[in-house]
């Protein structure tokens, strides 16, 4: 079986821990710092640097214990549980997105100051297409292009920080204070975004050699490095232009560059900043697949995305759902880059306060797990951290206007993972299935004709051959919909035994029966329907099911189950749904002829497989008859 690859040495996961957390922010955020605090936001950045530096150091602990693709969501899976780890990786995909998007759009205003949509767009979208191609094809491959951005966005940094200290003026400094002391905390949640980062480091920890003890030292040496770089770079920068003009600037490093290296140099400039924010564009892009892989493990996305590529190592599956997501990304996020920078600074702020807070809570409840690195003060410094990020929050919205109504938008991003989370549960969990049948039962007997039309009913019975008089198995019966057409054909002579999980289905099924005097019916509820056939059914002579297979946590238990109930030759027939509203697909291995026809080949059946399109889904008919006892 294709895993991940550890092909990441330590040099290499700094370089691209360094490209990860630089973004657009130390390009773009000096700029607006100075508008909200003057040059007093000088001390916003070593204030939020110094932050960074313990974050960094939670992280680090985190990832020294858990070394696994899903970074975040591995380690609130551990603290929290599957709800809440859930939670916390639906919002990082959010942030991520958005966080492509404000890129995509910061980048492109360096290179095209101007409006052109028609142009913009398909730049961006060539750039994503080619990036999702390279991480395709493997994590050294994409190593290479990750090291080389991040040589790029250091050259940039550096070549533009340095020639500052030949331009100082100390006018530029003064007045210091130019807003109330205050402004310089608003500032610090503006410039916050310049060290976000670290939880798309984390996904890579998987494929890092020895990454318990590299990672850690990567993160907390990185937030080191771009700390300084970033304190060192705005300090040249406001020492240089007035903090006034600066601020107001749309591309305050060209204008710095032209005072710099001239007309030549702001060209020259002009690209490797773009090159420099379009290359955290690529490490978001080659990291989040990791994070989806992670879910799709745990059966928190569609298990379809967990496959990984047998020749080149990589989420394949998941890199195509990128792909697909982030374009339409793209499309939706051409707008105003601080529009975008304020909706992802709470979400991501909470998102960090969720995952430091769970270095507390693993202190507690997993002392004993190996930690290659710990936190100073790891159980009060995170709780003071998250205070912190909360009270700048706070301050934002009162301080700001509109603020509000941007965080609200942000949290309503986050509480759309909660149906989603349902779904998924419905989808893959046998007790969330048995409690969603419970909670829908009526509704599944009303709506019984379009769930199961009478033309499929008939069909499916069709499949089973002559059963009058026969001993029949109605795996899954739910509401009795097609019960009640076996009790008529198999006859008073006949007897059908039905199943479910749902006690509220069975219910349905009894009352309807008995008020039709089917009492050659005998309905069983089994709370382990989904991993057996019911122990106290007998010799049968045929067996029929519908919508189930997608349920069957153990189908080779359940398959051989009906085998030694069944004779040779005993027919079976069942129907399952695919292609839900010709999107969502089933569990993968019946999305696939041959391995359906294969599974049951391995416990004895022979069967063929066929396919109709319904309503809103299609149906598939797996029909055939038992070959040989296994």
Not at 76 to 91: D, E, L, P, Q, V
Not at 389 to 416: E, K, Q
Not at 465 to 491: N, P, Q, R
Not at 510 to 536: A, C, F, N, S, W
């Amino acid at each position: 079986m294709a895993e991940l690859q550890k092909v990441l040495s330590y040099r290499a996961i700094l370089l691209i821990t360094i490209n990860s957390i630089v973004g657009t922010g130390i390009f773009f955020l000096p700029a607006v710092g100075a508008r909200h605090a003057g040059p007093a936001s000088i001390l916003s950045w070593i204030i939020m640097a110094l932050v960074s530096v313990y974050i960094s150091m939670c992280f680090a602990e985190l990832t020294s214990m858990y070394p696994k693709a899903g970074g975040v969501y591995e380690f609130c899976k551990h603290a929290y549980g599957r709800f809440t780890s859930f939670i916390i990786g639906w919002a990082t995909l959010i942030a991520g997105n958005i966080t492509i998007a404000m890129l995509v759009v910061g980048a492109i205003q360096y290179l095209l100051p101007f409006e052109a949509p028609q142009i913009k767009i398909p730049i961006a979208l060539l750039f994503v297409l080619i990036f999702n191609f390279i991480a395709y094809r493997g994590m050294r491959t994409s190593a290479v292009m990750l090291v080389a951005f991040a040589f790029i966005t250091l050259s940039s940094v550096i070549g533009l920080a340095i020639p500052g200290l030949f331009h100082l003026e100390a006018a530029n400094f003064v007045p210091f204070f130019v807003f109330p002391a205050s402004a310089v905390f608003v500032a610090i949640f503006f410039i916050a975004e310049t060290f976000f980062g670290w939880e798309t480091a984390t996904f890579l920890a998987e494929e890092t050699k020895d990454g318990e003890k590299v990672m850690p030292k990567a993160l907390i040496l990185a937030t080191v490095i771009i700390g300084l770089l970033a304190v060192f770079f705005v300090i040249t920068s406001l020492g240089t232009i007035n903090w006034r003009v600066f601020g107001d600037s749309a591309a305050p490093l060209l204008d710095l560059s032209t005072i710099y290296y001239g007309g030549i140099g702001r060209d020259i400039f002009s690209i490797m900043v773009y090159l420099a924010i379009i290359g955290s564009v690529a490490g978001w892009i080659v990291s989040a697949p990791r994070l989806v892989l992670a879910m799709a493990r745990d059966r928190l996305f569609l298990s379809q995305l967990a496959k990984i590529h047998p020749k080149y190592n990589t989420p394949h599956h998941a890199i195509i759902f990128q792909t697909l997501l982030t374009s339409v990304i793209v499309f939706a996020g051409a707008g105003s880059y601080e529009t975008l920078l304020l909706l992802l600074v709470p979400i991501v702020l909470l998102l960090y306060s969720a995952v430091i807070l769970s270095v507390v809570v693993l202190r507690y409840r997993q002392p004993d797990t190996p930690r290659y690195y710990r936190a100073p003060l790891g159980k009060i410094g995170p709780v003071l951290v998250v205070f912190i990020l909360i009270a700048l929050i706070i301050y934002w919205v009162i301080d700001t206007p509109g603020a509000f109504r941007l965080l609200r938008l942000g949290i309503s991003f986050i509480l759309l993972g909660i149906p989603v989370y349902f779904l998924l549960e419905m989808y893959y969990s046998p007790r969330a299935v048995r409690k969603t049948h419970n909670i829908l039962a009526h509704l599944a007997y009303i709506f019984e004709g379009a769930i199961l039309p009478k033309h499929i009913r008939k069909k499916a019975i069709a499949l089973l051959g002559d059963i009058k008089g026969k001993t029949v198995l109605e795996f899954g019966c739910s509401v009795g919909t097609l019960t009640m057409h076996l009790a008529e054909e198999v006859g008073k002579d006949g007897k059908v035994y039905a199943t479910d999980i749902s006690e509220k289905d069975i219910a349905i099924a009894e009352k309807r029966l008995m008020k039709k005097g089917h009492t050659h019916v005998k309905v069983m509820h089994d709370p382990q329907h989904m991993y057996r056939i019911h122990p106290d059914i007998p010799k049968l002579h045929a067996v029929v099911s519908v919508g189930n297979l997608g349920y069957v946590r153990n189908v080779g238990e359940v398959l051989t189950g009906l085998n030694r109930r069944l004779a040779k030759g005993a027919r079976v027939c069942f129907v399952d749904y695919d292609k839900f509203f010709d999107v969502i697909p089933n569990v993968e291995w019946i999305e696939h002829d041959d391995k359906i026809i294969k599974v049951f080949e391995e416990h004895g059946f022979k069967v063929a497989v066929t396919r109709q399109q319904g309503i809103a889904w299609k149906y598939i008919f797996i029909f055939g008859y038992k070959e040989r006892d296994v």
